[in-house]
């Protein structure tokens, strides 16, 4: 058994999450890894780590999670809120119902995760939020509205609740990537805008790795616990927007 501390990461079963589920059991930490695609999640085969099928809407089922994982592993230091949806559309063409979407796992996700969480953190007055936000929230971008709408409220509660968890030596840090080679964007509907941010991709020749977003949130957790990186923007070279 690890003698490091339990992990929980959102959205473990594809790109960033999955990448970061490796750099961590890497490092030698338990883990719990959540996500819808159970399949996904139990075929990295990593050890110490508990799977749980998980919709990060409903609070309930992170919190069971989280409690079988503590019972096992001990208490939570690390939560990564990960998990997130990016459908690209117009405001007067969009359907809404993607909108709604995107704020319930985007925004409230995160909150959901937090709230499982932090009460615990704030007691033991030790353990690291890190929320992976975006370059979208914070600048625009093209069919991009309520994606960048979503992403500067993480950006916004982050700081916010960082300020509010500080004197308990709790440390909350934004992860901010620019382009990365995942499924992200699969899920986007409007084929026309698939296929502009792909040629908007190709100009950066060679976007991010989920290995570097992942190496990243690794390299900022691994600080000593009075250090807070509390933000990590990372891009492609070659994105100049
Ligand atoms: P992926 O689509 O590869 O991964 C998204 C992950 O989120 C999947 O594991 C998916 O799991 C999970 N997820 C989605 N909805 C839910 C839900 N309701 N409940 C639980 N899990 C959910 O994309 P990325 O790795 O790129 O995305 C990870 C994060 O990085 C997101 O927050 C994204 O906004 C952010 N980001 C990505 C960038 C990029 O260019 N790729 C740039 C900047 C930020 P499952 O479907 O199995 O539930």
Redesign the pocket.
């Known amino acids: 058994m690890s003698n490091k501390s339990l992990v929980v990461i959102?959205?473990?079963?594809?790109?960033?999450?999955?990448?970061a589920a490796k750099v961590f059991s890497q490092a030698g930490h338990p883990l719990l890894l959540?996500?819808?695609?159970?399949d996904?999640?139990e075929a990295l085969n990593l050890p110490n780590t508990i799977c749980e099928k998980?919709?990060?809407?409903?609070r309930d089922e992170i919190k069971a999670a989280v409690e079988k994982a503590e019972n096992k592993f001990g208490p939570v230091d690390c939560l990564i809120?990960?998990?997130?949806?990016?459908l690209l559309g117009l405001a007067d063409t969009q359907d809404p119902t993607e909108w709604e979407?995107m704020v319930?796992?985007?925004i409230m996700?995160v909150l959901n995760g937090i709230h499982v969480v932090l009460a615990g953190m704030k007691q033991r007055r030790h353990g690291t939020i890190m929320n992976?936000?975006?370059?979208?929230g914070r600048k625009t971008y093209p069919n991009h509205s309520v994606?960048c709408g979503t992403?500067s409220s993480v950006h916004a509660l982050t700081e916010q609740i960082r300020e509010e968890a500080a004197s308990f030596d709790v440390r909350f840090i934004i992860?901010?990537?620019?382009?990365?080679?995942?499924?992200?964007?699969?899920?986007t509907t409007a084929k026309d805008i698939v296929e502009g941010y792909k040629e908007w991709k190709e100009t950066m020749g060679q976007?991010?790795e989920?290995e570097d977003?992942a190496n990243s949130i690794l390299f900022a957790y691994q600080q000593p616990q009075r250090v807070c990186i509390r933000e990590i923007v990372l891009c492609p070279t070659r994105q100049n927007k």
Do not use: C
Not at 132 to 136: H, L, Q
């Open positions: 959102t959205g473990a079963s594809s790109g960033i999450g999955e990448a959540l996500a819808r695609r159970l996904r999640l998980v919709d990060v809407t409903n809120n990960n998990a997130g949806v990016m979407r319930q796992v985007n996700g992976v936000s975006s370059v979208a994606y992403k992860i901010a990537p620019g382009v990365v080679e995942t499924e992200l964007l699969s899920h976007p991010l989920s977003v």
